[in-house]
């Protein structure tokens, strides 16, 4: 119904977290999906190792997942990390490290897919942000910087893409259940719940509705450019 039946879709990092969701629900609407991780470890086991800041990696990644499984219709840029610090303390290796993955990665993910999507016209890319590349985070500099800078990078292609029928829109969730928050400790998540209008986090498989909706090119055809929030309400 959602007409992702058969479409060939990549998730960045799909081996856990709400990657591991979307890879999940995509597969029950019938679509074949591939996806990538670093490490190997996680909740999947089927999965393609590749390095999103290793453009070479990435674009020989596509190449073999257009071979396995035919022409790439979907890509999703899920595949993140943090490296907090204030400001005043943060270093530049993890300045870079976080820019690398969070920003470089999704250029790396994205690149070697526009040209045969703009041929074929027809594409759906969406980059997973995040509440705080749209309001910023005490401690999160670098992280904010990268999640704001990919909802300019979806804009752009939205105005790029639109002649060739390929769309691209951000899904930003809010605090969600996942390795990423497990560090966070309980007092402090007490304090960031009583923020959050609906009082808790939410879980990958709500963001993952979020994907599949902008994915669709019968549920979403006329959406690019757009910012979809999933957060609970939290917008103070
Ligand atoms: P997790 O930490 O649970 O998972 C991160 C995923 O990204 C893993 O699959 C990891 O693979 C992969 N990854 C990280 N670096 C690389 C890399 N260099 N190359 C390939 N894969 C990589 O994160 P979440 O599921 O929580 O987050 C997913 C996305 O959602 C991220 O972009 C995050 O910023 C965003 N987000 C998360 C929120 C949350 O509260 N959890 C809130 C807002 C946004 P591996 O297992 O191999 O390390």
Redesign the pocket.
């Known amino acids: 119904m959602l007409g992702l039946e058969g479409k060939v879709i990549f998730v ?9 969701a979307i890879v999940n629900l995509l597969e029950e609407m019938g679509a074949k999906v591939a996806y ?7 909740e999947k086991g089927t999965g393609y190792v ?4 290793d453009p070479e990696e990435m674009t020989q990644l596509m190449a073999q997942i257009e071979q396995d499984l035919g022409p790439i219709y979907g890509v999703v ?6 490296r907090d610090a204030l400001a005043t303390k943060l270093t530049t290796s993890d300045w870079n490290e976080v820019v ?3 920003l470089t ?1 999704v250029w790396n993910t994205i690149q070697p897919n526009l040209a045969g999507m703009y041929e074929r016209k027809e594409g759906s890319v969406v980059l ?5 590349g749209e309001r910023g985070n005490i401690g999160q500099i670098n ?1 904010a910087a990268t ?1 704001g800078a990919v909802i300019a990078m979806a804009k752009t292609l939205a105005q790029e893409g639109a002649r060739y029928k390929v769309r691209a829109n951000v899904v ?10 497990k560090p966070i400790p309980e007092p402090v998540k007490e304090k960031i719940y009583a923020q959050i209008p609906m009082r808790r ?2 879980k ?1 498989e709500e ?1 993952a509705w979020a994907v599949v909706y902008m994915l669709s090119p019968v549920a979403s055809s006329f959406v690019t450019g757009h910012v979809l929030s999933v957060n609970g309400g939290h917008y103070m």
Do not use: L
Request: charged residues 15%; positive net charge.
């Open positions: 960045s990092g799909g081996n856990r977290g709400i990657g591991a990538n991780y670093r490490s190997g470890k996680g590749a390095n999103v800041t840029c899920n595949a993140g990390i943090t690398d993955t969070n990665g997973v942000s995040s509440i705080v992280y999640k930003a969730p809010g605090f969600i259940e996942t390795d990423m928050t986090f939410g990958p963001i």
